[in-house]
């Protein structure tokens, strides 16, 4: 476990360091989850070796919502002062983005021509 640890971490460090020698303008840890991923699938043993301490990772992901909740609590009195309008702005900018993500969605579909699945048009006519 501790040297799959090492190699994710190891991934993340290189991730970091490429980030900011490039002035890349990705996160760091993004950049070594690519480097990860594309290391799996040139490398399917490498996936084999870490999927138990992945997957055990993923087994406790909500530990680590845990610093979030520490900065709420750490920030208490500016989301009292302010917390209206944070909850109003996350509120409008989640329904702009989905609205966003639809209207793309339809415009690509329209352009590519692409038509409802045959499935989807046989459930239709029953």
Do not use: Y
């Not at 084999?48 to 845990?66: D, K, M, N, Y």
């Not at 302010?82 to 793309?104: C, D, E, F, Q, R």
Request: charged fraction near 10%; hydrophobic fraction near 55%; proline fraction near 6%.
């Amino acid at each position: 476990m501790i040297q799959t640890l090492a190699i994710i971490l190891g991934f993340q460090l290189t991730g970091e360091v490429a980030s900011r020698a490039l002035n890349l303008p990705l996160p760091g840890p993004v950049v070594g989850l690519i480097l990860l991923v594309t290391a799996c699938i040139l490398r399917p043993p490498l996936a084999e070796a870490i999927r138990p301490t992945t997957t055990g990772l993923l087994s406790h992901l909500s530990l680590f919502f845990v610093p979030a909740g520490v900065g709420i609590v750490a920030h208490w009195d500016l989301l009292k002062a302010h917390g209206i309008g944070l909850a109003v702005a996350l509120m409008a900018s989640t329904l702009l983005a989905i609205s966003a993500g639809a209207w793309a969605f339809t415009a690509v579909a329209r352009m590519t021509g692409s038509e409802e699945p045959q499935a989807l048009k046989d459930q239709g006519r029953e």
